[in-house]
């Protein structure tokens, strides 16, 4: 079936370095896009999304792009610290129904 | 901010008991629950959605008679895990939204169980 899926299980940088995290999916109908963060024994935290109609949107520290033609998403944080740490998830909604595909998941690590 | 609750944030039992989680959106009426589960270094697996007043919807291979969803009211949800066994273990996470297109989906803190 559709699915979303990442490129990278793991990613270590240092305190202070961009992160990108990157995501794949395969469902062409998808119109809505997010960014989640998960930390350890917690539900998932809203980053940030987009919808199909843009490439790039930004919010504090982090910036998302979508590319449509690979059907590729990215989640780009600025500075990243330790406190970043955690797991990302992208997913995607295809539908108004509101029902959303999560993808693989990313561990970033941060070290100080 | 939205926020939803779950109650309790972890429970072990025993198998073959059954189990009630709560979803609880505390500051907006949610017209749609979402029922997850994530099992340990895994991504989060739809179960169901609630509509309040409606029939869940169940996804593909999980089965509505073990997993019994109650949305009674525009802020609670409810799942059962009926007759649990060590297998249904695992990390259950539900999330609201109110109608709309696009509207976010809010989490809740999840909801760790343990069977022995």
């Known amino acids: 079936g559709e699915s979303v899926g990442l490129h990278l299980p793991t990613l270590s940088v240092q305190e202070g370095d961009n992160s990108i995290i990157n995501c794949a999916y395969s469902?062409?109908?998808?119109?809505?896009f997010i960014w989640y963060k998960q930390e350890s024994g917690k539900g998932p935290q809203f980053i940030i999304d987009i919808r199909s109609n843009m490439d790039k949107r930004q919010g504090q520290r982090v910036t998302v792009l979508l590319n449509k033609t690979v059907k590729h998403l990215s989640l780009q944080i600025a500075a990243t610290q330790p406190g970043d740490s955690a797991v990302y998830f992208c997913?995607?909604?295809?539908?108004?129904?509101?029902?959303?595909?999560f993808g693989q998941g990313t561990i970033l690590t941060v070290h100080p | 901010g939205a926020v939803v609750s779950q109650h309790p944030s972890w429970v072990i039992c025993k198998s073959g008991t059954s189990v009630k989680i709560e979803c609880r959106s505390l500051d907006f009426q949610a017209t749609t629950m979402f029922w997850y589960r994530q099992f340990p270094k895994q991504s989060l697996m739809l179960m169901a959605t609630?509509?309040?007043?409606?029939?869940?919807?169940?996804e593909q291979g999980v089965e509505k008679d073990k997993f019994l969803i109650n949305h009674a009211s525009l802020t609670l949800s409810t799942l059962t895990v009926t007759s649990a066994h060590p297998e249904d273990s695992s990390f259950y996470i539900c999330?609201?939204?109110?109608?709309?297109?696009?509207?976010?989906?809010?989490f809740g803190p999840g909801t760790r169980l343990t069977v022995l």
């Open positions: 609630s509509n309040e007043g409606s029939k869940a919807t169940y």
């Open positions: 999330s609201a939204r109110t109608s709309g297109a696009y509207n976010e989906q809010f």
């Open positions: 997913a995607e909604s295809g539908t108004s129904y509101g029902k959303l595909t």
């Open positions: 469902n062409s109908a998808s119109d809505y």
